[in-house]
Protein backbone atom coordinates (compact mmCIF):
# COMPACT_ATOMS: atom_id res chain seq x y z
CA UNK A 1 0.00 0.00 0.00
CA UNK A 2 1.24 3.97 0.09
CA UNK A 3 3.33 3.49 2.95
CA UNK A 4 4.80 2.58 6.32
CA UNK A 5 3.52 6.02 8.05
CA UNK A 6 0.15 5.43 6.61
CA UNK A 7 -1.77 1.90 7.06
CA UNK A 8 -4.16 0.93 5.22
CA UNK A 9 -7.57 -1.30 7.34
CA UNK A 10 -10.79 -2.70 6.91
CA UNK A 11 -13.52 -2.29 9.16
CA UNK A 12 -17.33 -2.66 9.37
CA UNK A 13 -19.07 0.35 7.87
CA UNK A 14 -21.87 2.69 10.16
CA UNK A 15 -23.97 4.98 9.90
CA UNK A 16 -21.55 7.30 11.00
CA UNK A 17 -19.64 6.79 7.66
CA UNK A 18 -22.73 7.73 5.17
CA UNK A 19 -21.56 11.07 4.52
CA UNK A 20 -17.42 9.29 3.99
CA UNK A 21 -18.90 6.92 1.81
CA UNK A 22 -21.32 8.96 -0.24
CA UNK A 23 -18.34 11.28 -0.68
CA UNK A 24 -16.17 8.12 -2.07
CA UNK A 25 -18.46 7.37 -4.44
CA UNK A 26 -18.38 10.39 -5.85
CA UNK A 27 -14.79 10.73 -6.10
CA UNK A 28 -14.62 7.14 -7.91
CA UNK A 29 -14.26 8.04 -11.77
CA UNK A 30 -17.12 7.55 -14.03
CA UNK A 31 -15.80 4.31 -15.43
CA UNK A 32 -15.07 2.76 -11.55
CA UNK A 33 -18.47 4.38 -10.46
CA UNK A 34 -20.51 2.72 -13.76
CA UNK A 35 -18.68 -0.20 -13.14
CA UNK A 36 -19.54 -0.32 -9.08
CA UNK A 37 -23.62 -0.19 -9.87
CA UNK A 38 -23.61 -1.12 -13.08
CA UNK A 39 -24.72 1.44 -14.94
CA UNK A 40 -25.11 5.20 -14.06
CA UNK A 41 -25.62 6.28 -10.26
CA UNK A 42 -27.42 9.29 -8.93
CA UNK A 43 -28.17 10.09 -5.56
CA UNK A 44 -24.91 8.72 -4.24
CA UNK A 45 -25.98 9.89 -0.47
CA UNK A 46 -29.15 7.32 -0.64
CA UNK A 47 -26.74 4.71 -1.92
CA UNK A 48 -24.59 5.25 1.12
CA UNK A 49 -26.99 5.48 3.20
CA UNK A 50 -28.70 2.01 1.95
CA UNK A 51 -25.38 0.34 2.22
CA UNK A 52 -25.29 1.13 5.93
CA UNK A 53 -28.55 1.02 7.21
CA UNK A 54 -28.29 0.84 11.26
CA UNK A 55 -31.31 -1.40 10.71
CA UNK A 56 -30.03 -3.77 8.55
CA UNK A 57 -29.40 -7.07 9.97
CA UNK A 58 -26.23 -9.21 11.12
CA UNK A 59 -26.44 -11.18 7.34
CA UNK A 60 -26.20 -7.57 5.43
CA UNK A 61 -22.82 -5.50 5.81
CA UNK A 62 -20.39 -3.31 4.26
CA UNK A 63 -17.07 -3.11 4.83
CA UNK A 64 -15.09 -0.54 4.14
CA UNK A 65 -11.03 0.44 3.81
CA UNK A 66 -9.28 2.88 5.47
CA UNK A 67 -6.30 5.14 4.34
CA UNK A 68 -5.02 8.39 6.89
CA UNK A 69 -4.47 11.29 5.20
CA UNK A 70 -2.84 14.59 6.30
CA UNK A 71 -4.60 13.58 9.78
CA UNK A 72 -7.96 12.62 8.27
CA UNK A 73 -8.98 8.83 7.34
CA UNK A 74 -10.33 8.61 3.70
CA UNK A 75 -12.50 5.70 2.38
CA UNK A 76 -10.37 4.17 -0.40
CA UNK A 77 -12.77 1.17 -0.95
CA UNK A 78 -15.76 -0.75 0.19
CA UNK A 79 -17.49 -4.33 -0.07
CA UNK A 80 -21.13 -4.56 0.63
CA UNK A 81 -22.82 -8.32 1.11
CA UNK A 82 -26.10 -9.46 1.37
CA UNK A 83 -27.87 -12.72 1.99
CA UNK A 84 -30.78 -14.01 1.01
CA UNK A 85 -32.24 -16.66 2.94
CA UNK A 86 -34.60 -17.73 0.17
CA UNK A 87 -31.04 -18.92 -2.17
CA UNK A 88 -29.16 -19.41 0.63
CA UNK A 89 -26.70 -16.98 -1.26
CA UNK A 90 -25.05 -14.07 -0.24
CA UNK A 91 -24.28 -11.55 -3.12
CA UNK A 92 -21.62 -8.95 -2.73
CA UNK A 93 -20.85 -5.79 -4.45
CA UNK A 94 -17.21 -3.70 -4.49
CA UNK A 95 -15.05 -1.09 -5.43
CA UNK A 96 -11.79 0.23 -4.82
CA UNK A 97 -10.39 3.72 -5.48
CA UNK A 98 -8.91 4.46 -8.44
CA UNK A 99 -5.76 5.46 -7.59
CA UNK A 100 -5.47 1.86 -5.15
CA UNK A 101 -6.78 -0.54 -7.76
CA UNK A 102 -4.00 -3.16 -8.63
CA UNK A 103 -2.32 -3.17 -5.62
CA UNK A 104 -3.83 -5.64 -3.72
CA UNK A 105 -6.78 -3.90 -1.91
CA UNK A 106 -9.76 -5.67 -3.90
CA UNK A 107 -8.30 -8.83 -3.12
CA UNK A 108 -7.94 -7.77 0.64
CA UNK A 109 -10.87 -6.57 1.11
CA UNK A 110 -13.02 -9.62 -0.62
CA UNK A 111 -10.69 -11.94 1.72
CA UNK A 112 -12.02 -10.01 4.70
CA UNK A 113 -15.47 -10.10 3.28
CA UNK A 114 -15.37 -13.67 2.31
CA UNK A 115 -14.10 -14.93 6.21
CA UNK A 116 -17.25 -12.66 7.57
CA UNK A 117 -20.06 -14.32 5.42
CA UNK A 118 -17.80 -17.61 6.36
CA UNK A 119 -18.07 -16.44 10.19
CA UNK A 120 -21.98 -16.26 9.59
CA UNK A 121 -22.06 -19.60 8.54
CA UNK A 122 -22.92 -18.46 4.70
CA UNK A 123 -21.34 -20.94 2.46
CA UNK A 124 -22.13 -20.27 -0.87
CA UNK A 125 -21.41 -16.56 -2.27
CA UNK A 126 -21.67 -14.50 -5.54
CA UNK A 127 -21.38 -11.58 -7.43
CA UNK A 128 -21.37 -10.03 -11.00
CA UNK A 129 -20.22 -7.16 -12.98
CA UNK A 130 -20.53 -6.05 -16.60
CA UNK A 131 -18.74 -8.07 -19.03
CA UNK A 132 -16.52 -4.99 -19.90
CA UNK A 133 -15.36 -5.07 -16.49
CA UNK A 134 -12.34 -6.82 -16.78
CA UNK A 135 -10.52 -5.55 -13.55
CA UNK A 136 -13.58 -7.20 -11.54
CA UNK A 137 -13.52 -10.02 -13.81
CA UNK A 138 -9.78 -11.08 -13.15
CA UNK A 139 -10.05 -10.13 -9.43
CA UNK A 140 -13.23 -13.01 -9.23
CA UNK A 141 -10.61 -15.19 -11.12
CA UNK A 142 -7.71 -14.51 -8.53
CA UNK A 143 -10.14 -15.22 -5.69
CA UNK A 144 -11.28 -18.78 -7.18
CA UNK A 145 -14.78 -18.15 -8.27
CA UNK A 146 -16.60 -19.85 -10.82
CA UNK A 147 -18.14 -18.10 -13.95
CA UNK A 148 -21.73 -18.43 -15.15
CA UNK A 149 -23.80 -16.78 -16.84
CA UNK A 150 -26.15 -13.81 -15.78
CA UNK A 151 -29.53 -13.36 -16.05
CA UNK A 152 -28.90 -9.97 -17.21
CA UNK A 153 -27.41 -9.99 -20.28
CA UNK A 154 -24.52 -6.85 -20.26
CA UNK A 155 -23.35 -9.32 -17.07
CA UNK A 156 -21.67 -12.07 -15.60
CA UNK A 157 -22.13 -13.89 -12.56
CA UNK A 158 -19.21 -15.95 -10.75
CA UNK A 159 -19.64 -18.09 -7.81
CA UNK A 160 -17.45 -19.34 -5.02
CA UNK A 161 -18.58 -22.23 -2.02
CA UNK A 162 -16.67 -20.72 0.72
CA UNK A 163 -14.69 -23.44 3.08
CA UNK A 164 -14.06 -23.23 6.65
Not at 72 to 77: E, K, L
Not at 106 to 130: I, V
Request: with cysteine; proline share 2%.
Amino acid sequence: MPGASAPVWIRTGTERDVERLSDYFGRLSWSARYNRFMGAAENLARIARDCLMPTRKADCFTLVAEWRVQGRDIIIGEASYGFDRMSGCGEFAMSVADRFQRRGLGLTLLAALQWRALSLGHLDLFGETLKTNDEMKNLARKAGFEFTRSLDWRAVRFDKRLQG
